[in-house]
């Protein structure tokens, strides 16, 4: 085989690239937003929040049903966050008022809402084709449908990111910065710890629910197993967006995640298109989280050594 | 005030390892009483403030502070008037936070944790001054990462935290320990000041006899989860390090130490 025809079996047309690329950045973009949530929990709060993998569904099964009631397409994203929040305030609950631990208390919330989910929806996939969603806004119309839609995916996102700073640099947001990295501090400032977290798991689903939202937006149905995963996905996002924040200082964390995002959902791509399936994805996530972590300790012992 | 009545206080009841520390543990302490409290490790000193701040519960008798019951109060509460600083280092700073915001979190005690940004640019300048008299050079790290720091200028930053604002009860814990011996003087200075200009109602564990005899009012020693001395005011004054080494010296040979 000549360069040329090398050039050719492995590489593709520009057309292709660009289908990639657009590909990569919507998922990448739309699980930032997740991701946003999870840096919370995970980075912020040190607490490995089990929750999300049902508060996303959860967002799809509540836009999925108030998209067919006609609900105005922003509105379900709203909707999506309050409920999320809702969850994370009973994750909350039951581990702080009740003392179960951070990953049970999780795990036994994100059982329930499997049932609930279902019970929102009806049943395990519920399409929503032909309804308005907001991605069909009449805005930014000069654009072709998949740049449209990542252009919508861009503000969004930005929005949630100037918000999320904006919180964190906020008396309340402080706080609960102290929470993870010094609860006695938070004692002695004489507000309650528990309450603290709580208010933390509420933005984090909240946000994680919002993303589950979106996504039903984009695809156009909800699917009851489209949750498994999201907090595998979202903390390999964050550390390695917290990686990149490491190395660049001038990023924040937040615009750090968002770039470990789309940079997780390349990897991604890359892995299929190597020759693995879409079925073989959860594989995939699971390998690569661990890829990332072992990375990370190694790094770590190189280090101490 | 602060009263302990009838404390009695075990770890690991039941098990084999049980300890009693406390056993019908008596103690008052008066309004604007500076106490400083010595005694040999393991004596029940941070336990008691421990009690004091709620941080653990007693297995039985009662907490008193401003004449009220507080044996249930729950620690964040009773911190509304009580300022702290423990034995570790660590405890008292957010090491993810820098300077400023630490001190801007401390100065927000007792106001609403709202959605109003924390950090105030024109009370950096305020803040500035105050770590300057600590003689650290603090006011030239403002945005270094507290984590950063070593473990006497976090808890020389702690114990300024802890009285930002304006509190009525003051505990220390071997506040000075992590401390060089320079440092250690300076912040005991400090320290002295604080307790006086805001009027402090304080009890400070130290190591250090010579801080434990020439600072506050009252002294007293601790050992076994007793008070084996207790001096007040004027004969607080004419006491001297060497009658506290004596009685120190006399109660661990007692014990076979
Ligand atoms: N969490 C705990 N579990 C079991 N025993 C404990 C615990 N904390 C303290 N103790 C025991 O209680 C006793 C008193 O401990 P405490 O920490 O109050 O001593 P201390 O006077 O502060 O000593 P030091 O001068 O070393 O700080 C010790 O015998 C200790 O072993
Ligand atoms: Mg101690």
Redesign the pocket.
């Known amino acids: 085989m000549d360069a040329i025809e090398l050039l050719k079996f492995y590489f593709i047309t520009p057309q292709e690239i660009i289908g990639i690329l657009t590909g990569v950045l919507r998922e990448g973009l739309m699980y930032s937003v997740a991701s946003l949530g999870v840096y919370i929990t995970y980075k912020i709060l040190d607490f490995p929040d089990m929750t999300v993998d049902s508060s996303f569904p959860l967002g799809m099964s509540i836009t999925a049903i108030l998209l067919i009631l006609d609900v105005p397409p922003i509105l379900t994203l709203c909707i999506s966050f309050i409920a999320g929040a809702l969850v994370g305030v009973i994750t909350g609950i039951i581990h702080v008022k009740f003392g179960v631990r951070d990953l049970l208390s999780g795990i036994i919330v994100m059982t329930a809402l499997y049932s609930i989910n279902l019970r929102i929806a009806g049943r395990s996939n519920l399409p929503v084709f032909k309804k308005p969603t907001i991605f069909h806004l009449e805005y930014f119309n000069f654009l072709d449908r998949s740049m449209k839609t990542i252009l919508i995916l861009l503000v969004i996102v930005a929005i949630c990111k100037i918000l999320l700073d904006y919180y964190l640099k906020t008396k309340n947001g402080y706080l609960l910065r102290s929470v993870g990295d010094n609860e006695k501090l938070v004692t002695a400032l004489a507000k309650d710890k528990g309450n603290v977290k709580i208010i933390g798991l509420a933005i984090a689903n909240g946000f994680v629910a919002f993303a589950g939202s979106i996504f039903t937006h984009d695809r156009g149905f909800f699917e009851i197993s489209a949750g498994t995963g999201t907090l595998v996905i979202a903390v390999s996002n964050v550390i390695i967006g917290m990686q990149i924040a490491k190395r660049i200082k001038c990023i924040s964390d937040t615009t750090a995640v968002i770039i470990g995002s789309i940079l997780y959902r390349a990897c991604i791509s890359i892995a299929l298109s190597w020759g693995l399936e879409p079925r073989d994805l959860k594989l995939i996530t699971a390998s690569l989280l661990l890829i990332i972590l072992v990375m990370n300790s190694i790094k770590r012992k190189n280090k101490v050594a | 005030m602060i009263e302990l009545r009838n404390v009695s206080k075990y770890?690991?009841t039941g098990s084999v390892?049980e300890?009693c520390?406390f056993n019908k543990f008596n103690l008052n302490i008066d309004k604007n009483e500076f106490v400083s409290v010595v005694?040999?490790?393991?004596?029940?000193?941070?336990?008691?403030l421990?009690i004091i701040c709620g941080s653990i519960k007693v297995d039985r008798g009662d907490v008193f502070l401003d004449n009220k019951n507080i044996t249930n109060v729950p620690e964040y509460k009773r911190m509304v008037k009580i300022g702290r600083v423990f034995?570790n280092p660590a405890f008292g700073t957010c090491p993810s936070l820098n300077i400023i915001e630490n001190m801007a979190l401390a100065e927000n005690k007792n106001k609403s944790f709202d959605l109003k940004p924390l950090v105030d640019k024109n009370r950096v300048e305020k803040y500035k001054t105050m770590l300057k008299s600590l003689n650290l050079g603090l006011e030239d790290k403002c945005d270094i990462n507290v984590g950063a720091l070593s473990g006497g200028q976090r808890q020389a930053i702690a114990l300024l935290m802890s009285t930002m604002i304006d509190i009525k009860f003051l505990i220390l814990?071997?506040h000075t320990a992590a401390l060089d011996p320079k440092t250690a003087d300076v912040i005991m200075e400090l320290t002295d000041k604080i307790v006086k200009e805001k009027n402090l109602t304080a009890i400070m564990?130290t190591?250090n006899l010579r801080y434990a005899v020439e600072y506050g009012n009252r002294l007293l020693m601790?050992h076994d989860?007793q008070i084996v001395i207790d001096v007040k005011n004027e004969e607080k004054k004419n006491l001297k390090v060497e009658d506290v080494l004596d009685k120190f010296t006399t109660i661990s040979i007692e014990c076979g130490n």
């Open positions: 770890y690991n390892t300890t520390v005694g040999s490790n393991g004596s029940g000193k941070t336990t008691m421990n034995q814990d071997e564990v190591h601790m989860g």
